[in-house]
T-cell receptor, first 118, second 117 residues
Framework: AQKITQTQPGMFVQEKEAVTLDCTYDTSDPSYGLFWYKQPSSGEMIFLIYQGSYDQQNATEGRYSLNFQKARKSANLVISASQLGDSAMYFCAMREGGYGGATNKLIFGTGTLLAVQP | DSGVTQTPKHLITATGQRVTLRCSPRSGDLSVYWYQQSLDQGLQFLIQYYNGEERAKGNILERFSAQQFPDLHSELNLSSLELGDSALYFC????????????????FGEGSWLTVV
């Protein structure tokens, strides 16, 4: 069965420092996608970054990068130069393969609450 | 702004009542998903529609139903509401279709906060 595990319920980081949020996944499907979302206290779910299982390079989006280690089934999010506005809940999610939108649902981890300290 | 529009943003209703949550997907997106986020259950997938047809079903209660209309907007109907239905309900959308190589990112709306009293 598909599963996403985020083992860090909460983390602190100093402003301007880098932080790594851990995510491991389990799937038997060779075709899958991994996502990270940010949920601030206001509640909205903001897409940050995507990594496909066939992608050779680690995904990067501005200050966000995804450390994808396929053999270890991990997809850690790295936030560089943390800002106060990065304080939020971060969710890792996985979507298994499928064509025609057949099975594109996301399975979420339990989230990591990140607090950036000045 | 993700481009996914959800209404209403906040809703307070009494037990036993029925509510309808509305979602307009991003322009060009054919897939619509509904998720429920509660403190005890986390983020739970409820149901997915693709171009008007139901594609996948998750932990959706029989008291809940959804549909996607020809203009691709979707509604989630929650009936016989119970206190435990209080949650943040998200709609999300994606292009749907071809392989994951295209990314096919799923974007979320801002959610509808439902409080059942």
């Amino acid at each position: 069965a598909q599963k996403i595990t985020q083992t860090q319920p909460g983390m602190f980081v100093q402003e301007k420092e880098a932080v790594t949020l851990d995510c491991t996944y389990d799937t038997s499907d060779p075709s899958y996608g991994l996502f990270w979302y940010k949920q601030p206290s206001s509640g909205e779910m903001i897409f940050l970054i995507y990594q496909g299982s066939y992608d050779q390079q680690n995904a990067t989006e501005g200050r966000y990068s995804l450390n994808f280690q396929k053999a270890r089934k991990s997809a850690n999010l790295v936030i560089s130069a943390s800002q106060l506005g990065d304080s939020a809940m971060y969710f890792c999610a996985m979507r298994e393969g499928g064509y025609g939108g057949a099975t594109n649902k996301l399975i979420f981890g339990t989230g990591t609450l990140l607090a950036v300290q000045p | 702004d993700s481009g996914v529009t959800q209404t209403p943003k906040h809703l307070i209703t009494a037990t036993g009542q029925r509510v309808t949550l509305r979602c307009s997907p991003r322009s060009g997106d054919l897939s619509v998903y509904w998720y429920q986020q509660s403190l005890d259950q986390g983020l739970q997938f409820l149901i997915q529609y693709y171009n008007g047809e139901e594609r996948a079903k998750g932990n959706i209660l029989e008291r809940f139903s959804a549909q996607q209309f020809p203009d691709l907007h979707s509604e989630l109907n929650l009936s016989s509401l119970e206190l435990g239905d209080s949650a943040l309900y998200f709609c999300a959308s994606s292009v749907g279709g071809p392989p994951l190589r295209s990314g096919n990112t799923i974007y979320f709306g801002e959610g509808s906060w439902l409080t059942v009293v």
